[in-house]
């Protein structure tokens, strides 16, 4: 039986001390960190790392339940991989563990809150860029791509493929610029 401990942040200039502590005063044989957002599992090699190497009896810990991840479905799919792999799951902060069903229900909970704040947060930040919006403040990001120079070249006899080449941008990026908006028309049936 192993013990995997999973440290996570979200951004580069978080650390992880604190993290790692906690899984090694847990007994973490292996201690697997990244600094990667936890909105999704994608890119999270150090995670799947893990998952891939559980065997029957071993333990994922993580310090705090919102380390793994911030979305019940992520969750769920960690947590049924871990199962069926013959796992368990376990956090030092929180009464977690998934070999129990108290631990489980708790994790459950756990989960929907941390979904719940996440959803907060993006609806306040939503709200704060309306309103910067509305002020003036706020302009969003600027333009990344010279539609002059896409539309430029593509007047001169160059394609595509060419174009996007050149200015180093994805093709797509250049059939918006390139291609007119079609309007659709709706057609009644019947």
């Known amino acids: ?39 999704t599992v994608d890119g999270r090699t150090e995670l799947q790392t893990i998952l891939d190497f559980m065997r029957h009896g071993d333990v994922l810990m993580v310090t705090r339940v919102d380390r793994l991840a911030r979305s019940i479905a992520d969750l769920q799919d960690i947590v049924r991989q871990v199962r069926a792999k013959g796992g368990s799951l376990r956090a030092t902060d929180q009464p977690i563990d998934t070999s129990t069903a108290a631990g489980k229900a708790f994790l459950d909970m756990l989960g929907v809150f941390a979904e719940f704040e996440t959803n907060l947060r993006r609806e306040r930040q939503m709200e704060g860029i309306a309103k910067a919006k509305a002020a003036g403040v706020y302009k969003g990001r600027p333009a990344s791509i010279d539609m002059a120079a896409v539309k430029e070249m593509q007047a001169a006899g160059l394609g595509a493929t060419e174009i996007a080449r050149r200015l180093n941008i994805g093709r797509a990026s250049v059939y918006r610029i390139i291609s007119p908006a079609k309007e659709r028309s709706v057609t009644a049936v019947g």
């Open 1 to 39: 039986m192993a013990i995997y401990g999973y440290a996570r942040v979200s951004t580069t200039d978080q650390d992880l001390t604190i993290q790692i502590e906690a899984l090694n005063k847990a007994g973490c044989d292996i201690i697997r960190q990244e600094k990667k957002s936890g909105s």
